[in-house]
């Protein structure tokens, strides 16, 4: 499978009182990744509200902690696509520290749904997002 990076620090903020990574982190550490895959496909989150009048939004998260990252840790966030639909993507991501091989800390499972963004319904992808898919790692599915 085709997967994107995105790099990641830990800081204070991110952590609970033992400078442990805070499970709410984690997500945060998710979308940010796929905001990035998606500007990297050349949208920004304005162009898609404005030019192409639609949103994305979460419909379901599955996440696994693995590990626990620390603070002042270097990450990466891993972003792939597992399946296209007409008006959702479901992604894998995955969270590492840097230096450590290809041992996750985190796993997610991550549906979202393309919604107009007057209306908040449901909403065909754009085909000119679709077509950009493929054509960055990380991109269709495997």
Not at 23 to 34: C, D, G, I, M, S
Not at 105 to 119: M, N, T
Not at 120 to 136: S, V
């Amino acid at each position: 499978m085709a997967t994107f990076f995105w790099p990641v620090r830990v800081y204070y903020e991110d952590t609970d009182a033992s400078r442990v990574v805070y499970h709410a982190a984690y997500v945060k550490y998710f979308e940010r990744a796929r905001t990035e895959w998606l500007r990297a496909l050349g949208f920004s989150q304005h162009e898609l509200h404005d030019a192409l009048g639609v949103v994305f939004t979460v419909a379901n998260i599955d996440v696994d902690f693995l590990r626990p990252a620390r603070l002042d840790d270097e990450l990466r966030v891993a972003v792939a696509v597992e399946q296209v639909r007409g008006a959702s993507l479901t992604f894998r991501q995955e969270l590492f520290r840097n230096g450590e091989g290809g041992t996750p800390l985190a796993r997610a499972h991550v549906r979202v749904g393309c919604v107009d963004a007057a209306s908040f319904r449901p909403r065909p992808l754009p085909k000119a997002f679709i077509n950009q898919i493929d054509k960055l790692p990380g991109g269709g599915p495997a």
